[in-house]
């Protein structure tokens, strides 16, 4: 008894050290980066990102990469969240592995931040440059003064090279060339080191002589005058006349040496051009909306009508980045992240063409793990248990219009 006793707690022991090595060389790669987190609503219902493209998924330091698309600020914003009154187009990476070399919103260069109104969609484009190697999962992004951070679909991109070889020029209007990557820093240097040595020669100088208790029984005993000579006193007055002396001779020098020089520019830029997008001819109304807890789909039964002169297709739904796609009428050709793409996850009852003038209700089913994995079943943690998203018809043309949908979303339970 008492041996299989022994073997049952040896065999638990060889156990439990296979588990904790395990889990030491367990690393999963994190495919997302704070979004999952934010509750579902709130990513369903601010910010809708779409026609994303990422120029590149391979780029060498130094070069560049554009990622550019369209976002629909959704009309109905959360209360909860600072109307986008101050915005500022963002790009979450882990500290400047890409330096942003350019960021533009309807044509515009934004290196501020930016107004944004409700109900408007905008085209922009961010162009990166490659700085640090390693595999980077870059997102779009918009942070909202009183709201937070909205976080885009992110994808993964590669930096190949040395961090060595980076250079950043920029050619100022005075007309000098230098590298922003290690610009100015000698001189940074230099005189956090002078003014720190400074700091140091003063204490060094009376850390000379005894500090503490001797100091402290001539207080005590009345002569603290004689604690500072005449020499103490000449040595005080040269290091704040040479403090003094230094700082005003050194701040003429620079002046001198760098004649002409700005104010930091800042402000709020207004009147951000939105997109001229056409009234779209086909009208939507959602019967119901509802989700299973636990599960990974949604579904919705949409009455809509074509009021247009070409016949239409369900093409494909987008809610928080997700894209549930109909593989019978539209694949993806834009490389647009795995874990955020379902190329069949849309399902329609009935997706054949409907003819202009046709009105027909229709059951949506948008299935796939990414309804899990990015937590947007976790809707049911949420205080509004609304959604939003889009939906893109596509004609037979080629032509892809896009509806706004929004309405309650009931959760079934099994
Ligand atoms: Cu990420």
Known sequence: ??????????????????TVAAAMFYTPAASAHGEKSQAAFMRMRTIHWYDLNWSKEVVKVNDTMTIS?????????????????????NIGIPGPVFIRAGSWIGGQLVPRSVSLELGETYEFKVLLKARRPGDWHVHTMMNVEGGGPIIGPGKWVTVEGSMSQFTNPITTLTGQTVDLETYNLSNTYFWHAFWYAFGVAWMVYWMKKPMFV???IAMDAGKGDTLITATDRKVA???GAGAIGIVAFTMAQTNSEYPITTPLQAGLLRGMKPLDLPTPTVSVKIDDATYRV????MNMTLTVTNNGDSAIRLGEFNTAGVRFLDANVTE???????DLLAPEGLTVSDNSPLAPGQTRTIQVTASDAAWE?????DLIYDP??????????HDENGNKQLVQIDGPLIPTFI
Do not use: H, N
């Not at 914003?77 to 109307?83: F, I, L, R």
């Open 332 to 338: 993806d050709t834009t490389g647009y992240p795995d």
């Open 373 to 377: 994995v990015y937590r947007l079943a």
């Open 69 to 89: 698309g369209k976002f629909l600020v959704f009309s109905g914003w959360p209360e909860t969240v600072d109307k986008p009154e101050s915005a500022f187009l």
């Open 214 to 216: 001797p100091r402290q």
């Open 384 to 393: 509004d248990s609304r959604f939003a998203g889009l939906l893109f018809f």
């Open 237 to 239: 007055l040269a290091f």
């Open 294 to 297: 636990p599960g990974r789909s």
């Open 1 to 18: 008894m008492k041996l299989i006793k022994d073997k049952v707690a040896k065999l638990s022991f060889v156990a439990l050290l296979l």
